[in-house]
């Protein structure tokens, strides 16, 4: 999904900006329509061109469909691995040693919710009755108010983050957000803002606020600032500012939609230039086979702290172990990585991804790569990947394997 909304905004076909997950189906599902493409774009396209957007437009209005009319509302997963995953990108890839679960979601005009529960085994070996992703939103025209335990992703990276990357346990939060019309200033716009509990971080509360625009087609940003508090004081109080953009690339006519994007990142006083993320991704198709590129490189600058220990990039480091707060990558101080997606005709899916990262005294090397496919009514996703003894808590070379199979009906 993210894929081929990304190859439609960098094709200047939404008109809002797509710079931060979950996504609202009203801030972009209408811009998909074949009518209002046909209404926005009234120049001669491309056959290859067309119809690279045409599958993506089709993936997207698909899912939609299956969301509108509720269809397979109920879910079961499980998942296996011989070792929990270390790494964090953006995807589904599973982080825990095994998860049993299931879930049922129900949408309508004015409110969804979802009810999900897993039985599974964390990072430190201790078993656990969890509840992640259930939710209860409610919606009233363009505002929208939403609790539960959300897994977030808030700027442009895909195999780095910033400024907002949670997976496999997300806190306890409550959002309320804002869907603005076009305005001359900021185009089209929204706001949000999020105040959650995270457990075993350190810390007793977050609270974040994003500000999102697309001043125009080919061109978007959003403006965060998310502040970490600890009664207790072991840990410091802490605030963050950031930045994140996007600006789409010409292509011509040819059957490409590519775009060059930024994070910048404080320091956790909020007055520094810290950390900056710089990428560019690109999507193509191939005899109806979606290809997506992504190439990023996280920088650290001066002013970054030369401890984070009592800081929230802690989290960072507790990614690994699964537990709750705002996980990102904040905490490298270089990484490179190159990553390959790929969504064939007959809905399998392939990701390629290599990394290197260095922090503190280490640097290490991971690559990683997955196999999805459907089987029997199901999805069944293989995944292996191996990290280098360079690797912070590691002594030898690690390789993971890892299995994941998702049944909706």
């Known amino acids: 999904m993210r894929a ?11 008109s809002a900006p797509i710079n931060q997950y979950p996504l609202r189906w009203s801030s972009f599902y209408d811009d998909t329509s074949v009518q209002h493409q046909n209404n926005v774009d009234q120049r ?9 957007l045409n599958t993506a437009r089709s993936h997207v209005r698909y899912q939609g469909q299956a969301a ?21 990108d953006y995807g589904d890839t599973p982080r825990h040693e095994w998860s049993v679960g299931a879930a049922y979601q129900y949408m309508s005009n004015r409110f969804a919710f979802k009810v999900a529960n897993q039985y599974r085994r964390d990072a430190n070996g201790d078993d656990e009755y969890t509840w992640q992703g259930t939710y209860l939103a409610l919606n009233d025209g363009r505002w929208l108010f939403t609790l539960g335990q959300i897994e977030r992703w808030w700027g442009q990276g895909w195999q780095h983050n910033l400024i907002w990357g949670n997976q496999s346990e997300p806190a306890p939060s409550a959002s309320l957000s804002y ?26 509360t977050h609270w974040a606020a994003r500000l999102m625009s697309q001043p125009f087609r080919l061109f978007q940003h959003g403006v965060t600032y998310q502040k970490w508090q600890n009664p207790n004081g072991l840990y410091q109080t ?12 010409p292509a011509s006519d040819f059957p490409l939609t590519h775009a060059l994007y930024t994070e910048l990142a404080t320091d956790y ?23 997506r590129l992504v190439l990023e490189q996280q920088t650290t600058h001066h002013g970054f702290e030369s401890s984070l220990a009592y800081t929230p990039a802690i989290d960072q480091s507790l990614s690994s172990d699964q537990l709750g707060g705002n996980s990102t990558t904040y905490g490298l101080n270089e ?21 290197e990262h260095e922090q503190g005294a280490h640097s290490w090397r991971n690559i990683e790569a997955s196999y999805r496919l459907p089987i029997a009514t199901a999805m069944l996703t ?28």
């Open 269 to 291: 006083k909020g007055k520094e230039l810290a950390a900056t993320v710089f990428g560019w991704s690109g999507q193509t198709e191939i005899r109806q086979q979606s290809i």
């Open 44 to 52: 001669p396209i491309n056959g290859a061109r067309y119809q690279m």
């Open 4 to 14: 081929d909304l990304t190859a439609l905004s960098d094709a200047g076909e939404l």
């Open 382 to 409: 293989l995944g292996a990947s191996q990290t280098d003894d360079g690797a912070p808590d590691v002594a030898d070379s690690n390789v993971r394997v890892w299995l994941n199979y998702q049944m909706r009906f």
């Open 179 to 204: 869907l603005g019309d076009d305005n001359l200033l900021l185009g089209y716009w929204s706001f949000e803002t999020v105040y959650q509990l995270p457990e075993k971080t350190g810390y007793d």
């Open 238 to 249: 802490s605030e963050q500012w950031a930045w994140d953009a996007k600006l789409a690339l």
């Open 335 to 355: 990484s490179r990585s190159i990553a390959v997606y790929a969504q064939l005709s007959n809905d399998h899916k392939i990701k390629l991804m290599t990394a």
């Open 68 to 88: 509108k009319f509720n269809r397979a509302p109920i879910a079961f997963d499980a998942y296996w691995a011989n070792d929990p995953s270390t790494s964090l």
